[in-house]
């Protein structure tokens, strides 16, 4: 990481331009640039878990929100003695530096996926995704699928966003903070540019909040761990069973409805782990409507998972108990498989588990 690679990471600035070379330089001037102060970086660096974590898409709202996100790019941080002894400070400028440098290997399925009835989506680099950053070559196709409109009044918004009198909100570990809006005062999406305008199969204007159970169990004879899974009639891809958060519904009670609605299998969410919350990286996202979830963790006993029958039922074609394995993770809808590796992570805390996850993802 020179002084040049992280001013280029950093800032929009033209380098090859006179104008760039000039606020490159004054910027390297002083004294307490990043190159003189990285040697002392010995507790974080690049592969520090945490800041990969925060570049896996999605998974970064989980371990915390680290402020670079939000208009990462703009005047180059001048990293000093001090900024290095401030913890919070250099996790954000850590996770910002990975979230920089992995984003490109991971397209996100909300820009370069659609739902079926979709018009294709504009071609949206991932570079030139966030909404800090003008392009003037963004002109994508707008839709709203006619169930939609159809079901004004009852899950879907009015089609005039003016009409909505609520506060277009997103969630982040911090809590709801508000998202920006377009000229016409429609909600743009947090994940950036998604190369459709309208909203798509999605209800509401912004944010359309889920809830998702992630069930695991070890597989009372095989000794394996497993998921329980749903097959999407959508997509016909592998899932975890959530759906749609009713009007006023506590989140642990929209997890085990739509367990129950999907599986049939009957748990109880109170105290069970939250291990994500935020935005989804759903193949139905828009610019202006897009999928968040609040994913609950619980990892059943001997005796629990005994007490749990299965029964397919209401959006799902097929549900069962499955071995967790890379392409399980790979293959799965939306995001579900990043949730997974962070459940994972999670029982890998328990010795007695721990053997079970490392051989999966061997
Ligand atoms: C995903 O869509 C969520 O994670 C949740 O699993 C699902 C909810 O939508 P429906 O299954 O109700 O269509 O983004």
Redesign the pocket.
């Known amino acids: 990481m020179t002084p040049e690679w992280f001013f280029r990471t950093f800032t929009d600035v033209d380098l090859g331009s006179s104008n760039g070379e000039a606020i490159f330089a004054r910027e390297k001037a002083h004294a307490d640039d990043f190159d003189a102060n990285c040697k002392q970086l010995s507790k974080f660096n690049l592969y520090d878990p945490l800041a990969l974590l925060a570049a896996t898409p999605g998974a970064n709202e989980l371990a915390y929100h680290p402020e670079v996100l939000a208009g990462a790019r703009g005047d180059v941080n001048v990293i000093s003695k001090n900024s290095t002894k401030d913890t919070t400070f250099m996790k954000d400028v850590l996770a910002g530096l990975a979230i920089e440098g992995l984003n490109p290997l991971m397209p996100r399925k909300s820009r370069t996926q659609t739902a079926p009835g979709y018009p294709p989506r504009q071609q949206v680099n991932e570079a030139d995704a966030l909404w800090s950053k003008p392009l003037e070559t963004y002109a994508p196709p707008e839709y709203t699928a006619a169930v939609v409109f159809k079901h004004e009044g009852q899950w879907a918004d009015p089609p005039n966003v003016l009409d909505v009198k609520r506060t277009f909100l997103t969630k982040t570990l911090a809590g709801d903070v508000a998202v920006g809006l377009d000229e016409q005062g429609r909600p743009l999406n947090p994940l950036g540019r998604t190369g459709l305008r309208g909203r798509g199969l999605l209800g509401r204007w912004g944010r359309n909040q889920?809830g998702?159970p992630l069930l695991t169990r070890v597989h009372p004879e095989m000794g394996r761990l497993q998921l329980l899974v749903i097959e999407?009639k959508?997509s016909g891809q592998k899932?975890?069973p959530?759906?749609?958060v009713d009007e006023g519904e506590e989140i642990a009670a929209t997890v085990a409805r739509e367990l129950s609605e999907e599986t049939g299998a009957r748990v109880s969410f109170e105290g069970a782990t939250t291990i994500f919350t935020g935005v989804?990286d759903?193949p139905?996202n828009t610019d202006n409507a897009w999928?968040e979830?609040t994913v609950l963790h619980k990892h059943l006993t001997d005796a629990e998972q005994r007490q749990t029958t299965l029964q397919v039922g209401d959006?799902a074609r097929a549900v069962s108990w499955i071995n967790v394995d890379q392409q399980l993770l790979a293959s799965m809808?939306?995001?579900?498989g990043d949730y997974v590796r962070l459940a994972l992570a999670r029982l890998q805390q328990d010795p007695a588990l721990e053997p079970l996850v490392l051989e999966l993802l061997k």
């Open positions: 889920a998702d999407r959508d899932a975890l959530g759906g749609m989804v759903d139905r999928m979830t959006d809808y939306a995001s579900h």
